[in-house]
Nanobody
Framework: QVQLAESGGGLVQAGGSLRLSCAAS????????MGWFRQAPGKEREFVAA????????YYADSVKGRFTISRDNAKNTVYLQMNSLKPEDTAVYYC????????????????WGQGTQVTVSS
């Protein structure tokens, strides 16, 4: 059974940092693209960042470029999202996802999803 388990969310002041983790299990993800998406209250889910597991190549939404960094640890089968210089508009539920259609910002290309972790940034 494939599982993506997010952790690391919480409450932080604007300008602070958080690191989200996504532990993947249940199949091999060497050919996968791992993505982070987020959904703020009253808004649609949006792409944040993605990483090709094998090559390590990364892709970011313009809104987080330069502030967020996605990475992976092959030995731990875990993907991370380091979030710095957080802003109140980063407040959302953050989801980890896995897909096998190459680097994509389209959520329809991701077939496995975690339950999400709440990130709240206070002003």
């Amino acid at each position: 059974q494939v599982q993506l388990a997010e952790s690391g969310g919480g409450l932080v002041q604007a300008g602070g940092s958080l690191r989200l983790s996504c532990a993947a299990s249940g199949r091999t993800f060497l050919s996968a693209t791992m993505g982070w998406f987020r959904q703020a209250p009253g808004k649609e889910r949006e792409f944040v960042a993605a990483i090709r597991w094998s090559a390590g190549s990364t892709y970011y939404a313009d809104s987080v470029k330069g502030r967020f960094t996605i990475s992976r640890d092959n030995a731990k089968n875990t993907v991370y999202l380091q979030m710095n210089s957080l802003k109140p508009e980063d407040t959302a539920v953050y989801y980890c996802a896995a897909g096998f259609r190459g680097t994509s910002s389209y959520e329809g290309d991701y077939i496995y999803w975690g339950q999400g972790t709440q990130v709240t940034v206070s002003s």
